[in-house]
T-cell receptor
Framework: QQQVKQSPQSLIVQKGGISIINCAYE??????FPWYQQFPGKGPALLIA?????SEKKEGRFTISFNKSAKQFSLHIMDSQPGDSATYFC?????????????FGKGTLLTVNP | DADVTQTPRNRITKTGKRIMLECSQT?????MYWYRQDPGLGLRLIYY???????NKGEISDGYSVSRQAQAKFSLSLESAIPNQTALYFC??????????????FGEGSRLTVL
């Protein structure tokens, strides 16, 4: 059972455009939703994260939008740049559980053309 | 030096061989994880350890074993490697603190090919 569904699998955007990646989750106990960014040959690294007490979080050109009732969250990259080309993973966790661990989506390969 | 170091970075082996992937960290974190990455399948958790005496199976632990030798060291073993274990393996650490409430810090990965 896939607990975090991510789409699209790949995305091509022109420089300056908006990149949007969507995720949906099933477990209502999840209360922590991070996004990780992975460049080729590197391990993933935390990009931005949100808790469900807010509907949106913005850090520079990166914004997470969160819809608790729909159990969906998305990453928006404004003014996309070629340097943003990477694989993006959404994830979810129940931060209150003693068995805390992240469940990842399958990833989205973003290509930003110059 | 990297905070999370994985060795080897690349390994080619044959079916049936025993393989060990090693991970060491200098972040002082108690929690360590092994993930496997396959194209189109994302990151899947193999094993995780919340301290030296705590080992837990993840979602795909069959065919793998782990050893937590010290707070800073967590090894993943394939007792008898098979071709469908060909993948990119990541070690990660976390603490409950940090900006991300349990932010994971990943190594650079170990690419394993089983022929």
């Amino acid at each position: 059972q896939q607990q975090v569904k991510q789409s699209p699998q790949s995305l091509i955007v022109q420089k300056g455009g908006i990149s949007i990646i969507n995720c949906a989750y099933e477990n209502t106990a999840f209360d922590y939703f991070p996004w990780y960014q992975q460049f080729p040959g590197k391990g993933p690294a935390l990009l931005i994260a949100i808790r469900p007490d807010v509907s949106e979080k913005k850090e520079g050109r990166f914004t997470i939008s969160f819809n608790k009732s729909a159990k969906q969250f998305s990453l928006h990259i404004m003014d996309s740049q070629p340097g943003d080309s990477a694989t993006y993973f959404c994830a979810a966790a129940n931060s209150g559980g003693s068995n805390y661990k992240l469940t990842f989506g399958k990833g989205t390969l973003l290509t930003v053309n110059p | 030096d990297a905070d999370v170091t994985q060795t080897p970075r690349n390994r080619i082996t044959k079916t049936g061989k025993r393989i060990m992937l090693e991970c060491s960290q200098t972040k002082g974190h108690d929690r360590m994880y092994w993930y496997r990455q396959d194209p189109g399948l994302g990151l899947r958790l193999i094993y995780y350890s919340f301290d030296v005496k705590d080992i837990n199976k993840g979602e795909i632990s069959d065919g793998y074993s782990v050893s937590r030798q010290a707070q800073a060291k967590f090894s993943l073993s394939l007792e008898s490697a098979i071709p469908n274990q060909t993948a990119l393996y990541f070690c990660a650490t976390s603490d409950l603190g940090g900006r991300g409430l349990g932010e994971l810090f990943f190594g650079e990965g170990s690419r394993l090919t089983v022929l």
